[in-house]
């Protein structure tokens, strides 16, 4: 059983510029769910994605938006970027039957 | 609204002591607690969950937590660290839909 991963590992951007994040979830989970930690803090909930459709939003604003695709693997696209949007930005899977998450390893993404 | 708060910011122990990390939760409906465990570049890992049920739960890696619902607080323990348990500890709060509210993290350092 393969766990959810993510890509790239690391990134670095310039403000101004569009990133796109990638999470593969695990298998047979059909939710994915985004999550935005900056350094020293807890994740903050972005979004979560069930079956292709947006199911929830965290207090960000438009310019992070995301998709999920018929493999229910997931991006996480943000415009315009800002210094404070620098984070580990952590996916998560789940199946919708145990309120367990299963988190990748996150992306670490720079913004300068 | 839904508030996840981690009383200890960091907690220094020795090796082989026991260990509390302290969670309190601010909810008006039913909630679901987990505490996760997080090492250095790495994504999240669950260590315990409360959905229902007894109200002392049993995790990984010998943790185990208390839902004290008169009080508001989930709380972590383990009778007899090691010091691989050096790690980022997260409390986290969830009203159904997997849409979690972290803590800020408690930082456990186990000492020799």
């Known amino acids: 059983e393969t766990g959810v991963t993510q890509s790239p590992t690391h990134l670095i951007k310039t403000r101004g510029q569009q990133v796109t994040l990638r999470c593969s979830s695990q298998?047979?989970?059909?939710?994915v769910s985004w999550y935005q930690q900056a350094l020293g803090q807890g994740p903050q909930f972005i979004f979560q994605?069930?079956?292709?459709?947006?199911?929830g939003r965290g207090n960000f604003p438009p310019r992070f938006s995301g998709l999920q695709f018929p493999n229910y693997s997931s991006e996480l696209n943000v415009n315009a970027l800002e210094l404070d949007d620098s984070a580990l930005y952590l996916c998560?899977?789940?199946?919708?039957?145990?309120?367990?998450?299963?988190f990748g390893p996150g992306t670490r993404l720079t913004v300068t | 609204a839904q508030s996840v708060t981690q009383l200890d910011s960091q907690v220094p122990v020795f090796e082989e002591a026991p260990v509390e990390l302290r969670c309190n939760y601010s909810?008006?409906?039913?909630?679901?607690l987990f505490w996760y465990v997080q090492y250095p570049n790495q994504g999240l890992q669950l260590l315990l969950k409360?959905?229902?049920?007894?109200?002392l739960v049993k995790g990984i890696n010998g943790f185990e937590a208390e839902f004290n619902k008169s009080q508001t607080s989930f709380h972590l323990r383990k009778p007899s660290v090691h010091i691989s348990d050096t790690a980022e500890y997260f409390c986290?709060?969830?009203?159904?839909?997997?849409?979690?509210?972290f803590g800020a993290g408690t930082r456990l350092f186990v000492k020799a």
């Open positions: 998560a899977s789940s199946s919708g039957t145990d309120y367990e998450q299963y």
């Open positions: 298998s047979g989970h059909n939710t």
């Open positions: 994605y069930y079956r292709e459709e947006e199911n």
């Open positions: 909810s008006s409906v039913s909630v679901y």
């Open positions: 409360y959905l229902s049920g007894s109200t």
């Open positions: 986290a709060a969830d009203t159904g839909g997997f849409k979690t509210i």
